[in-house]
């Protein structure tokens, strides 16, 4: 019965789903199993729970098997490529805008926008990345 508490804790934050049951019925008949086996080698049941709960150790592969936090990422690069895309316009426009009011005789406003391309380009990169 600890066991499966212990193991429904584990998975508390998991969602629902068939292969998520599957895996916990797995790991609930291997830690029986190992307790079993811990029980035979003359351990008291609370021990052999206990110490087969400690080796089982955390499930955070299990998780990243499970899809568990990777969407929040991947939705995270995109919105950083599309706030640097539109940062960088802004950025761009208002940097032309001082050019063409203060010196319109001088065109430099394209040297600063090279530089602030570097943001929206990186991001790109990273998005590609998480694909």
């Not at 599957?22 to 351990?43: C, R, S």
């Not at 955390?58 to 940062?87: H, R, T």
Request: hydrophobic content about 45%.
């Amino acid at each position: 019965m600890r066991i499966k508490q212990h193991v429904d804790a584990l998975f508390k934050d998991v969602p629902e789903s068939e292969k998520k049951q599957v895996i916990k019925q797995e790991i609930i008949e291997n830690l029986e199993e190992k307790v079993f086996d811990l029980m035979q080698q003359g351990k008291a049941e609370e021990d052999a729970v206990n110490k087969a709960i400690v080796e089982f150790g955390d499930i955070e592969e299990i998780k990243k098997e499970l899809g568990v936090g990777q969407p929040i990422k991947k939705d995270m690069a995109k919105i950083n490529l599309g706030f640097s895309i539109w940062g960088s316009i802004l950025i761009i426009a208002l940097v032309a805008f001082i050019n063409f009011y203060y010196t319109p005789d001088v065109i430099w406003f394209v040297y600063p926008t090279f530089g602030v391309l570097w943001w929206p380009l990186s991001m790109f990169f990273h998005w590609l990345r998480t694909r």
